[in-house]
């Protein structure tokens, strides 16, 4: 096995990009090889099946999933992830689950609404 993952899988919603879920994770080396990058897997229903939306070097344990239509995830939807290591030797078997729901936001406000007569 590449790698064992010592705290499992957390993802929240983003707050600065609402549209968005961030994931942070830890991680310990194992014995079946080197890892050298993970590749994070999402869907849209528990258990899979699930897309690789990404992939990062193993010196990063974070990622920010914006990668929806046109760069945002759909407000209402939960979203279900798992990560695995990649490296040489083949990858591992995928982490724990986790899943984060996109919040409706609040409908904006025009700054400087204009009304024109007919």
Known sequence: MLL?????????CGTGAPHCVV???SWAQGSG???TSFNILR?????GPYTQVGTTPVTLTSYT???G????????????Y????????GSSPNST???????????????NPVATAH
């Open 43 to 47: 869907s849209t229903v528990t258990g």
């Open 97 to 111: 689950e986790a899943s984060a729901k996109i919040p409706f936001l609040p409908p904006v406000t025009p700054t």
């Open 23 to 25: 994931l942070a994770w």
């Open 33 to 35: 090889g080197v890892a």
């Open 65 to 67: 999933d914006n990668s």
């Open 4 to 12: 064992a993952f010592s705290s499992g899988l957390f993802a929240q």
């Open 82 to 89: 798992v990560i695995a290591a990649s490296g040489p030797g």
């Open 69 to 80: 239509t046109g760069n945002v995830l759909t407000e209402g939807s939960t979203y279900f």
